[in-house]
């Protein structure tokens, strides 16, 4: 509900945007693209969005909240399905990926990805207090998105001209998150290697403390494994037994 909310106010109103949908630095822009491959170099020119905003803002107000939506739950998607290979286990909830996608069709992509790359601050100083005081290696990530999202708006004429710099890259900031990627499933690669070389255990995988209700109904019936045991015969209908799976059983202690 909050995705669609965030798009239908940005298409009704059209100016609801933290930052317009691409902007770039045409000094650096210039200075990558003969670095760059020849298959994408076309993809290095001066895009001016200024007269698609002015002409088309809710056009473009709708593409900044479908682009936000998508960088934000693409993100997190990434990084819980590089995190899920690597480790064997869940690196990121569900729930975040739905949480970032609703941040970002409010915020945008940019303000989002921003959120995405600020969040671990935070989270990783919570996580050592909480390792280093209860033991818990684990903690909810969402609350942290939601915090580094607050604390964005609340401190943008600070913050933000710092993270501008990277997005004034233009494209080639998208080939860097591209390589990031990458560059994320080498690094947890090498960290299961050192781990395997130093005996350490790759996998933690938790035992079930309480037994399932499955398990339960199993122990009882082994408990008992005839309802007339130590009890005087009685009659019984024997569709009871067949629904238990002690109907031969029964048939072979008593000759029926």
Same mark, same amino acid.
Not at 11 to 36: A, E, H, N, Y
Not at 126 to 131: H, I, L, Q, Y
């Given at each position: 509900?909050?995705?669609?909310?965030?798009i239908?106010?940005?298409?009704?109103?059209?100016? +609801?945007?933290?930052?317009?949908?691409?902007?770039?630095?045409?000094?650096?822009?210039?200075?990558?693209?003969?670095?760059?491959?020849?298959?994408?170099?076309?993809?290095? +020119?001066d895009?001016?969005?200024?007269?698609?905003i002015?002409?088309?803002?809710?056009?473009?107000?709708?593409?900044?909240? &479908?682009?936000?939506?998508?960088?934000?739950?693409?993100? +997190?998607?990434?990084?819980?399905?590089?995190? !899920?290979?690597?480790?064997?286990?869940?690196?990121?909830?569900?729930?975040?990926?739905? &949480?970032?996608?609703?941040?970002?069709?409010?915020? !945008?992509?940019?303000?989002?990805?921003?959120v995405?790359?600020?969040a671990?601050?935070?989270?990783?100083?919570?996580?050592?207090?909480?390792?280093?005081?209860? !033991?818990?290696?684990?903690?909810?990530?969402?609350?942290?998105? @939601?915090?580094?999202?607050?604390?964005?708006?609340?401190?943008?004429?600070?913050?933000?001209?710092?993270?501008?710099r990277?997005?004034?890259?233009?494209?080639?900031?998208?080939?860097?998150?591209?390589?990031?990627?990458?560059?994320?499933?080498?690094?947890?690669?090498?960290?299961?290697?050192?781990?395997?070389?130093?005996?350490?255990?790759?996998?933690?995988?938790?035992?079930?403390?309480?037994?399932?209700?499955?398990?339960?109904?199993?122990y009882?019936?082994?408990?008992?494994?005839?309802?007339?045991?130590?009890?005087?015969?009685?009659?019984?209908?024997?569709?009871?037994?067949?629904?238990? !799976?002690?109907?031969?059983?029964? @048939?072979?202690?008593?000759?029926?």
């Amino acid at each position: 509900p909050v995705w669609i909310a965030g798009i239908l106010v940005s298409v009704i109103i059209g100016q +609801v945007f933290v930052v317009p949908i691409w902007f770039q630095d045409p000094s650096v822009v210039r200075t990558v693209q003969p670095l760059m491959p020849e298959l994408i170099q076309p993809l290095f +020119v001066d895009w001016d969005v200024d007269g698609f905003i002015i002409r088309w803002p809710r056009v473009h107000g709708l593409l900044v909240s &479908l682009f936000g939506a998508a960088a934000g739950a693409g993100s +997190v998607w990434a990084v819980r399905v590089i995190g !899920g290979y690597v480790l064997k286990q869940e690196a990121m909830g569900q729930g975040d990926v739905i &949480l970032m996608g609703m941040i970002g069709s409010v915020i !945008g992509w940019q303000p989002v990805l921003s959120v995405f790359i600020f969040a671990p601050v935070l989270g990783v100083a919570f996580s050592v207090f909480n390792w280093l005081a209860r !033991g818990d290696k684990q903690i909810a990530y969402g609350p942290f998105l @939601s915090a580094a999202t607050i604390m964005l708006l609340l401190t943008w004429k600070t913050t933000w001209p710092f993270a501008k710099r990277f997005f004034d890259m233009g494209p080639l900031f998208i080939v860097m998150g591209l390589f990031m990627l990458v560059l994320l499933f080498a690094s947890l690669q090498l960290v299961q290697i050192a781990k395997r070389l130093l005996g350490i255990e790759l996998y933690d995988f938790e035992e079930e403390s309480d037994w399932p209700p499955a398990d339960q109904l199993m122990y009882l019936s082994q408990e008992v494994p005839d309802e007339q045991t130590g009890q005087w015969p009685i009659e019984q209908w024997s569709g009871i037994r067949a629904g238990q !799976g002690l109907s031969r059983e029964h @048939s072979w202690r008593n000759d029926d």
